[in-house]
C-alpha cells in the first residue's frame, strides 16, 4: 500500500509540474507567436480549462495521498514531509486563484471577444503558474534532498 500511495503522489505530481511547465514553456510562446488573439485566446482558455480539471481532480489524489502517508508515519513524520505540505497549501491556494478568478475572467472576456481583457488574464494565469512551477520545483527538490 505504501508504494501504491507513492505512486498515486508522484503521478499527480508529474502531471501538475509537467502540465504547467509544457503549457508555460512550449505551448503559450508558441501560440502567442504564431496565433492571433481571436484565435490564441480561445485555444489557450479551452486548453488550460481541460488542464485545470486534470488538476482538480490530481489535486484530489495528491492531498489523499499525502494525508494517507502522514497516517501510516504517524509521530515520526520527517521536516521536508512538513515543508511539502506548507508549499502545497500555497500551490493549492494559487491553483484556486487561477481557475476561479483569472481563467473565468479569460472565459468570460473570450465569450465577449474583448481580446485584450482575456489577454490580461491569461498574462495573471501566466504568471501564477510559473510562481506554481517554481514552488513544484522546489517541493521535489526539498522531496528529493530531504530524504535519507
Not at 512538513?82 to 484556486?96: K, N, P, Q, R, S
Amino acid at each position: 500500500m505504501n508504494r501504491f500511495l507513492v505512486l498515486i503522489h508522484l503521478a499527480a505530481v508529474i502531471v501538475w509540474i509537467g502540465g504547467m511547465f509544457f503549457a508555460n514553456f512550449c505551448l503559450r510562446p508558441v501560440a502567442a507567436a504564431r496565433l492571433p488573439p481571436p484565435q490564441r485566446l480561445p485555444l489557450l482558455a479551452a486548453v488550460l480549462g481541460r488542464f485545470f480539471v486534470v488538476v482538480g481532480w490530481g489535486l484530489l489524489l495528491l492531498w489523499g495521498s499525502g494525508l494517507a502517508r502522514f497516517s501510516q508515519v504517524g509521530a515520526a513524520i520527517p521536516w521536508n514531509w512538513y515543508a511539502m505540505v506548507g508549499i502545497a497549501t500555497v500551490m493549492t491556494i494559487l491553483f484556486g486563484l487561477i481557475v476561479l478568478r483569472y481563467h473565468q475572467r479569460m472565459v468570460k472576456a473570450v465569450a465577449d471577444e474583448n481580446w485584450p481583457a482575456a489577454g490580461a488574464a491569461m498574462n495573471s494565469i501566466r504568471k501564477l503558474v510559473l510562481t506554481n512551477l517554481v514552488l513544484g520545483f522546489a517541493t521535489v527538490a526539498i522531496a528529493v534532498l530531504g530524504s535519507h
